[in-house]
């Protein structure tokens, strides 16, 4: 009996070495063979020392590792933002802090490409960056135009949370609900925008109902136009 045990141990090692050598030979890696075989590496590197993947093979398993495809993300992402901080302190160099004249033409250059040019009696921006909407209110104050005299109009989405939606406006642009319009919400899903970026929030407008002001902005963009030519 134990001499049958004594020579079926040899054999079944002959044939999990032939299964290893057959499966190397198909281009498996040493993980794949031992995830199938239950093989140590060692004794894997012990049978399948003569038989090398091709440099093509190595590639393509370089290629699919997860954990090097991890890492070459997580490198490029670092050199990605070491390079956009490399970009920002420069330009920050560069811009310093911003007078209120320059606040003055730089919403004038904002007003030429988003703001709404139709309306006589006063003006309109919409756009679906805060940060954007932000800077418009701080260019209106250039004006005296008091807070109170601003208008909140909301283009939202079926599957929003329309309450959430108008109260995160209202705490970033610091505006009253009572100067919200009742939204208009998009028949469409939010869920089914395959280009999401910056429409997060929806989509927000300010008005501002004032003739004057209006005549003023709409003058200040004519004479960009003048002297940009």
Same mark, same amino acid.
């Given at each position: ?54 440099? &093509?093979?190595? =590639?393509?398993?370089? *290629?699919? +590792?997860? #954990? ?6 997580? $490198?490029? @992402?670092?050199? &990605?933002?070491? =390079?956009?901080?490399? *970009?920002? +302190?420069? #330009? ?6 911003? $007078?209120? @004249? ?128």
């Amino acid at each position: 009996m134990y001499y049958m045990l004594y020579l079926l141990v040899p054999m079944a090692l002959t044939l999990e070495k032939q299964k290893a050598m057959h499966l190397r030979k198909e281009g498996s890696s040493y993980n794949e063979i031992q995830k199938i075989l239950n093989v140590s590496k060692s004794t894997l590197s012990r049978w399948l020392a003569e038989i090398p993947l091709s440099e &093509k093979r190595i =590639r393509e398993l370089r *290629a699919d +590792n997860p #954990v090097r495809i991890e890492r070459y993300r997580n $490198t490029m @992402r670092r050199k &990605k933002e070491l =390079r956009m901080s490399d *970009a920002y +302190n420069e #330009v920050v160099k560069k811009i310093g802090k911003l $007078t209120p @004249r320059e606040v003055f033409i730089s919403g004038l250059f904002l007003y030429w490409a988003e703001g709404t040019k139709t309306r006589e009696a006063g003006i309109e921006l919409t756009n679906t960056n805060p940060a954007m909407v932000q800077f418009f209110i701080r260019w209106l104050t250039l004006f005296g135009v008091p807070n109170s005299k601003m208008k909140v109009h909301l283009h939202l989405y079926a599957d929003m949370n329309i309450k959430k939606q108008m109260n995160f406006w209202s705490k970033t642009l610091g505006l009253p609900l009572s100067q919200f319009r009742k939204p208009y919400v998009k028949k469409n899903l939010f869920s089914e925008i395959t280009y999401k970026n910056g429409f997060g929030q929806g989509t927000c407008s300010i008005t501002v109902d004032d003739v004057k002001l209006s005549n003023q902005v709409l003058m200040g963009v004519k004479y960009l136009q003048q002297i940009s030519r």
